[in-house]
């Protein structure tokens, strides 16, 4: 950003560009039947569900792989 004189926003919108680009293309889909990320709706029954069992009070965990919290 600074090196090349371009604005934050800028930068943020290239960002967000590619990511999306990437999300879209069902050959790089993390899931093998191509499903897609759940909702923020289902995100969040999600999160409530790892919250009953936390011990420690997480709610915002929509993912647990190995001891990694996602």
Do not use: W
Not at 3 to 25: F, L, P
Not at 31 to 48: K, V
Not at 53 to 68: H, Q, R, T
């Amino acid at each position: 950003m600074l090196t090349h004189g371009m604005g934050r926003a800028s930068v943020y919108k290239s960002v967000c560009g590619v990511v999306n680009v990437i999300n879209a293309e069902k050959s790089l889909s993390f899931n093998e039947n191509g499903a897609e990320f759940p909702s923020h709706y289902e995100q969040r029954d999600i999160a409530a569900g790892f919250l009953t069992k936390s011990g420690a009070g997480f709610d915002k965990i929509v993912l647990a792989l190995d001891g990694i919290l996602v």
